[in-house]
């Protein structure tokens, strides 16, 4: 995965992130499966860290009226894919029990489709670099 727009998983993340304070308000826990995220809204931006654990491996501000990524912190996470594929299962199962699945699966739909372009910019070094490790 690469922290920019064109990337399906950034933008499955993207997706979490809006769909997060729902999920909690509808008592559906998406860390149980291991992803943890935090957000933090900023004027016009939205902060969003994520992460395995309590320590993020990614951190982003996003504005989307304008459509500007600022990447954070990028550091290599392995399993990424499997986390949060595990998490999006369990995030559309629950919603699904719950009487939700069609707005949740809209905004997970929404995420699969090409992106409009977005203007990026790195607050750390190495910012867009792959969060996954190198494979051989």
């Given at each position: 995965?690469?922290?920019?727009?064109?990337?399906?998983?950034?933008?499955?993340l993207?997706?979490?992130g809006?769909?997060?304070?729902?999920?909690?308000r509808?008592?559906?826990?998406?860390?149980?499966k291991?992803?943890?995220?935090?957000?933090?809204?900023?004027?016009?931006?939205?902060r969003i860290?994520?992460?395995?654990?309590?320590?993020?491996?990614l951190?982003?501000?996003?504005?989307?009226s304008?459509?500007?990524?600022r990447?954070?912190?990028a550091?290599?996470w392995?399993?990424?894919?499997?986390?949060l594929?595990?998490t999006?299962?369990?995030?559309r199962?629950?919603?699904?029990?719950r009487?939700i699945?069609?707005?949740?699966?809209a905004?997970?739909v929404?995420?699969?489709?090409?992106?409009?372009?977005?203007?990026?910019t790195s607050?750390?070094?190495?910012?867009?670099?792959?969060?996954?490790?190198?494979?051989?």
């Amino acid at each position: 995965m690469r922290a920019e727009t064109s990337d399906v998983v950034f933008r499955l993340l993207l997706a979490l992130g809006e769909l997060w304070d729902g999920l909690q308000r509808a008592n559906i826990d998406a860390t149980r499966k291991g992803l943890h995220l935090s957000k933090q809204y900023l004027g016009g931006y939205v902060r969003i860290s994520v992460g395995p654990g309590s320590r993020p491996r990614l951190a982003f501000e996003w504005n989307e009226s304008t459509r500007h990524l600022r990447v954070l912190r990028a550091e290599s996470w392995p399993g990424l894919e499997a986390t949060l594929s595990a998490t999006v299962a369990y995030v559309r199962e629950q919603a699904r029990l719950r009487g939700i699945a069609e707005a949740v699966d809209a905004v997970l739909v929404r995420a699969c489709r090409e992106p409009l372009r977005a203007k990026v910019t790195s607050a750390a070094a190495h910012a867009a670099r792959s969060l996954a490790p190198e494979r051989a």
